[in-house]
């Protein structure tokens, strides 16, 4: 999909900020109501924006403590690649995860209430599994996402 600096204005507003109304988009990046409207659409439809999410405070909902528990099979096989993933996605206390390259296999980001929750999550939900090899806890002391997200597509003019 090629962008030009509209496009990618627009994404990096939405990035920040994805309840800002569509007028005020349309102000920010300097063009009418009805071409932002059109733009965002489109780049739905091209995938370039998948959907819009509301972030949490992990505080205010309970989450005392977050980890990041990195995951090694015990085989490198698709069936056990697919069998951790589809279980990962079914655990409300996972956050994210991510397939990796490396020593582990998968990174899996957990919010838990507190340390005893952590223990029983990583004793019931990963150590229990069969294609789990090892896993190796780390605290989170700090969580911030970005605002911004680069954006490598070449701007057209």
């Keep these: 999909?090629?962008?030009?600096?509209?496009?990618?204005?627009?994404?990096?507003?939405?990035?920040?900020?994805?309840?800002?109304?569509?007028?005020?988009?349309?102000?920010?990046?300097?063009?009418?109501?009805?071409?932002?409207?059109?733009?965002?659409?489109?780049?739905?439809?091209?995938?370039?924006?998948?959907?819009?999410?509301?972030?949490?405070?992990p505080a205010g909902i309970g989450i005392g403590l977050q980890a990041m528990v990195a995951v090694r099979l015990n085989r490198h096989s698709r069936e056990q690649v697919i069998a951790l993933h589809d279980h990962l996605l079914a655990l409300p206390e996972v956050i994210a995860f991510y397939?990796?390259?490396?020593?582990?296999?998968?990174?899996?980001?957990?919010?838990?209430?507190?340390?005893?929750?952590?223990?029983?999550?990583a004793m019931a939900a990963l150590t229990s599994r069969p294609e789990v090899a090892h896993i190796e806890t780390n605290l989170i002391f700090e969580f911030r996402r970005s605002a911004d997200l680069p954006i490598y597509a070449r701007p057209v003019d």
Excluded: C, Q, W
């Excluded at 819009?52 to 405070?57: G, M, R, T």
């Excluded at 998968?106 to 223990?119: P, Q």
């Design 99 to 121: 397939h990796v390259a490396g020593a582990n296999d998968f990174l899996v980001h957990v919010g838990v209430r507190d340390a005893e929750h952590l223990r029983e999550f």
């Design 1 to 57: 999909m090629e962008l030009d600096r509209i496009d990618i204005a627009l994404l990096r507003l939405l990035r920040n900020n994805a309840r800002m109304p569509n007028k005020d988009l349309a102000d920010k990046v300097g063009v009418a109501p009805s071409t932002a409207l059109e733009r965002i659409r489109r780049l739905r439809e091209a995938r370039g924006i998948e959907g819009y999410h509301a972030e949490l405070n």
